[in-house]
């Protein structure tokens, strides 16, 4: 029987590995290579810049009531703070510093940037593969995948699990990148109407 034994793991091994999702490889000069559609500025001081792959803004230009994405249609989400200014007098809340505009004033980059993939067609998390990254190094980010990121993500499913589809076809319809101002703290899903 244990001569059968390293067999046995082999296969288990290989069975789970098929299993596992993918995770998203860092995509370098996202920046340039991806569409800024918008900027989400958080009542905790972070604000976050969202992009799309191409694809996903043709997608929508094809069908303005898309509901799903095509395979490999790729979003990211960078990350930035804000800078404190102090605190209210009355609450104790963090103040933050904010242009004219009421736009929160960044700071610094976090070095956070997450991401989804589309990898195969179909509703639900098990259609997309997610990762993070450091943005400067390229560095993976310590998250527990797919884990971290399906949970919060399916409570998107209906919008194929991106929070942001009405920012995206706004940003497609009027070519101007979208900017919200979101009350909910962390990570917690803003409500884009």
Same mark, same amino acid.
């Given at each position: 029987?244990w001569?059968r034994a390293p067999?046995?793991i082999?296969?288990l091994?290989?069975?789970a590995s098929a299993q596992? $999702?993918?995770?998203?490889s !860092? /995509?370098?000069d996202?920046?340039?290579? #991806?569409?800024?559609y918008?900027?989400? &500025?958080r009542s905790?001081?972070?604000?976050?810049?969202?992009?799309a792959?191409?694809?996903?803004i043709?997608?929508v230009?094809?069908? $303005?009531r898309?509901k799903? !994405? /095509?395979?490999?249609?790729?979003?990211? #989400?960078?990350?930035?703070s804000?800078? &404190?200014?102090?605190?209210?007098?009355?609450t104790r809340a963090?103040?933050?510093?904010v242009?004219?505009?009421g736009?929160?004033?960044?700071s610094?980059d976090?070095r956070t940037?997450?991401l989804?993939e589309?990898?195969?067609p179909?509703?639900g998390?098990?259609?997309?593969?997610f990762?993070?990254?450091?943005?400067?190094?390229a560095e993976?980010?310590k998250?527990q995948?797919?884990?971290?990121?399906h949970?919060?993500h399916?409570?998107?499913?209906?919008?194929?699990?991106t929070?942001?589809?009405?920012?995206?076809?706004?940003?497609?319809?009027?070519?101007?990148?979208?900017?919200?101002?979101c009350?909910?703290?962390?990570?917690?899903?803003?409500?884009?109407?």
């Amino acid at each position: 029987m244990w001569s059968r034994a390293p067999l046995l793991i082999l296969t288990l091994i290989g069975q789970a590995s098929a299993q596992s $999702p993918a995770v998203v490889s !860092f /995509p370098q000069d996202y920046k340039t290579k #991806l569409v800024k559609y918008a900027v989400v &500025d958080r009542s905790d001081g972070m604000s976050r810049d969202l992009y799309a792959a191409q694809g996903a803004i043709e997608a929508v230009k094809r069908d $303005p009531r898309l509901k799903e !994405f /095509p395979v490999g249609v790729l979003f990211a #989400l960078d990350v930035h703070s804000a800078s &404190d200014v102090g605190r209210d007098p009355t609450t104790r809340a963090p103040r933050f510093d904010v242009t004219p505009q009421g736009r929160l004033r960044r700071s610094k980059d976090e070095r956070t940037l997450h991401l989804m993939e589309k990898v195969q067609p179909g509703f639900g998390s098990q259609n997309w593969a997610f990762g993070g990254f450091d943005p400067v190094t390229a560095e993976p980010l310590k998250l527990q995948l797919p884990g971290d990121c399906h949970l919060c993500h399916q409570a998107a499913v209906m919008s194929d699990m991106t929070f942001s589809m009405t920012l995206l076809k706004r940003f497609v319809t009027s070519g101007t990148v979208q900017y919200r101002l979101c009350q909910q703290p962390g990570r917690q899903p803003c409500p884009f109407q």
